[in-house]
């Protein structure tokens, strides 16, 4: 017998799989944001920008659980947005303490700008994978943060 005890495995953090979204975020993230840096914009703004254009006239605190952001996040997003012309906020006349965030025309101009530059860098970033797979990865990721929405491609 020997005296040294296994020295068990090294972890190997390339190989886990919050380490692999979070590679796989952080590229997409930089794929688009180069893309969108011509139009001033970025990838968080984009996504205001389309939550809006889904569904318009929404509060900022929807917007943020949508987002998945901290409220002191999106009021930068909003204000930034608001600066150039692309949202504008105003009282829910519903509830005098919330504000309702809405696309401008020229939101919506510069949002159906955005689509192709967003499909450019998904390509990039998973043309690799088959239609297939790509579906299959949207499913798994839908189960995984629960959320029962179809998949929209």
């Known amino acids: 017998m020997s005296p040294?005890?296994?020295?068990?495995?090294p972890y190997d953090l390339e190989?886990?799989?919050g380490y692999l979204l979070y590679?796989?975020?952080?590229?997409?993230?930089a794929e688009f944001?180069?893309?969108?840096?011509?139009?001033?914009?970025?990838?968080?703004?984009?996504?205001?920008?389309?939550?809006?254009?889904?569904?318009?006239?929404?509060r900022q605190a929807a917007l943020c659980e949508r987002g998945a952001m901290d409220p002191n996040t999106m009021v930068g997003?909003?204000?930034?947005?608001?600066?150039?012309?692309?949202?504008?906020r105003g009282r829910d006349h519903r509830d005098r303490r919330?504000?309702?965030?809405?696309?401008?025309?020229?939101?919506?101009?510069v949002f159906r700008r955005c689509l192709p530059l967003q499909r450019r860098a998904s390509?990039?970033?998973?043309?690799?994978?088959?239609?297939?797979?790509?579906?299959?990865?949207?499913?798994?990721l839908h189960k995984m943060l629960n959320i029962h929405a179809p998949p929209r491609d």
């Open 4 to 9: 040294h005890k296994p020295v068990p495995a």
């Open 15 to 17: 190989s886990s799989i």
């Open 23 to 29: 590679r796989a975020h952080q590229r997409a993230l």
């Open 33 to 58: 944001r180069r893309l969108l840096e011509p139009l001033r914009l970025t990838p968080q703004q984009f996504g205001v920008l389309a939550f809006l254009y889904e569904q318009d006239a929404q």
């Open 77 to 88: 997003l909003v204000d930034r947005l608001e600066a150039v012309g692309l949202v504008q």
């Open 98 to 109: 919330a504000h309702l965030v809405r696309l401008t025309d020229k939101g919506r101009r």
């Open 123 to 140: 390509r990039r970033c998973f043309g690799m994978l088959s239609a297939s797979e790509q579906g299959r990865l949207r499913r798994l």
